[in-house]
């Protein structure tokens, strides 16, 4: 594995090692009502499986989700693009600790020789910032450019759309209100 470094650290991990890279970002404490419930953007990576497309892991990341979350439901599921890259576009509310969150995916693949990886950005955000705050998560997600490796997308792909807008009309997903692991 190649050296890690960011702006404050480098080091060097063992080279049999996988990359799960977490990177988190928040607005001010002094900005929110509920300091529990910041709006914030959180960047992961993580391996994707040999046998699996984004879909796929797009798919199981949902089915965990409703296992795991209380009242999961399922708003939005779309393709779209991140940084050039083709994506999957997620949006979900589920009742935590603190209330009803409302929270986004957007997952990339990032093909490489060693297999896959899969680059996702999780917004987080309570609905009565969402209106609020969602622009400004989108102004983020426009901005992702990916380094080397990044492959184009496959010739004669369906062109990507554009990055979610706040005003983009709401796609409910069949299955997913009440589905596996869904306390509802």
């Known amino acids: 594995m190649p050296r890690y470094q960011d702006k ?3 080091f060097d991990p063992p080279p049999e090692w996988v990359d799960r890279t977490f990177v988190a970002y928040t607005v001010p404490y002094d900005l929110p009502k509920n300091k529990e419930s910041a709006p914030n953007i ?3 990576r993580e391996p994707l499986r040999a046998t699996d497309t984004l879909r796929t892991h797009a798919d199981r990341q949902l089915l965990e989700l409703g296992k795991q979350l209380k009242d999961f439901d399922l708003l939005e599921s779309r393709e779209t693009e991140l940084g050039g890259q ?3 576009y997620l949006r ?3 009742v935590s600790h603190i209330g009803v969150l409302e929270q986004s995916m957007t997952l990339a693949e990032r093909p490489a020789e060693q297999g896959s990886s899969v680059t996702t950005f999780t ?3 309570t609905p009565d910032e969402a209106p609020r705050v969602r622009p400004l998560f989108n102004q983020i997600l426009q901005s ?4 080397a490796g990044f492959a184009p997308p496959p010739k004669g ?4 759309t554009s990055p979610p807008r706040e005003d983009a009309p709401l796609v409910p997903m069949p299955g997913f209100r009440g589905g596996p692991g869904s306390r509802r």
Request: proline share 13%; aromatic share 14%.
């Open 123 to 125: 917004t987080t955000t």
């Open 8 to 10: 404050d650290v480098s």
């Open 144 to 147: 992702v450019k990916f380094g």
């Open 42 to 44: 959180v960047m992961t």
């Open 157 to 160: 792909a369906p062109p990507p």
């Open 86 to 88: 083709q994506a999957i």
């Open 92 to 94: 979900y509310s589920w």
